[in-house]
């Protein structure tokens, strides 16, 4: 079966220090890799997607970047956090085969909660 | 551009009434429509969705969802609700364009559901 790990579960790091979240997914090949952020624990703002390694789509302007280095593989960074980077971050996953990919729901992580202070 | 709306931050039910938990949508496109569940601090949760077929679909935990495609609706609902079942709701849509590109979900921003007993 599928499973998909993240880590920190929690983090806390002053201002203008660096990120780095790590999320791997085992089990599947070749998934579709997501990052959200859900502040002050509402709704979830799509940050980056993934459809292969080294493809990296990003929905909004922000502080941080995203790799995807191995196929089951998605980090989360930053080089210097801002007091704005708080949040609960998670990273999900579907399946990326060409059939069932559109059809997919997502499966999350546990997220990790990040607080900058 | 696509987008869900949940129009009740909070819904509160006594145990053991009906309960719904309202979402409305706007894409292009057909809609794939999603439920999850979310338990504090943790990872959202899969409940059900619409693809194509029986407007009504059946999910986990004894959840069911109505899709209306005249009022672009698809509200979550229960015929008795138990207290396990307070937790915050995502309704989300992923705006299918084809096999051949990547697509969003988009979360709606949660409705809190609190049962109480």
């Known amino acids: 079966s599928q499973t998909i790990h993240q880590w920190p579960a929690t983090l806390v790091q002053p201002v203008g220090s660096p990120l780095s979240l790590e999320c791997t997914v085992e089990?599947?090949?070749?998934?579709?890799l997501y990052w959200y952020r859900q502040a002050a624990g509402r709704g979830l703002q799509l940050l980056f997607y993934?459809?292969?390694?080294g493809q990296i789509s990003s929905e909004v302007p922000q502080n941080l970047s995203a790799s995807r280095p191995q196929d089951r593989q998605f980090i989360l960074s930053s080089k210097k956090l801002l007091l704005s980077d708080s949040g609960f971050y998670l990273c999900?996953?579907?399946?990326?085969?060409?059939?069932?990919w559109g059809l997919g729901e997502l499966f999350f992580g546990e997220g990790s909660r990040l607080t900058v202070l | 551009a696509q987008s869900v709306a949940q129009p009740e931050d909070q819904v509160n039910v006594a145990e053991g009434n009906p309960l719904t938990v309202k979402c409305t949508y706007s894409?292009?496109?057909?809609?794939?429509l999603f439920w999850y569940v979310q338990y504090p601090n943790r990872g959202l949760q899969f409940l059900l969705k619409?693809?194509?077929?029986?407007?009504l679909v059946k999910g986990s935990y004894g959840f069911e969802a109505e899709f209306n495609k005249s009022q672009t609706s698809f509200h979550l609902k229960k015929p008795s609700a138990l207290v396990s079942d307070s937790a915050l709701y995502f309704c989300?849509?992923?705006?299918?364009?084809?096999?051949?590109?990547?697509?969003?979900?988009?979360f709606g921003s949660g409705t809190r559901l609190s049962i109480r007993p």
């Open positions: 999900a996953w579907t399946p990326g085969t060409s059939l069932s």
């Open positions: 089990g599947t090949s070749n998934p579709n």
């Open positions: 993934s459809v292969g390694i």
């Open positions: 894409v292009s496109g057909n809609p794939y």
């Open positions: 619409y693809i194509t077929g029986d407007n």
């Open positions: 989300a849509v992923r705006d299918f364009k084809g096999y051949s590109s990547a697509s969003k979900i988009i």
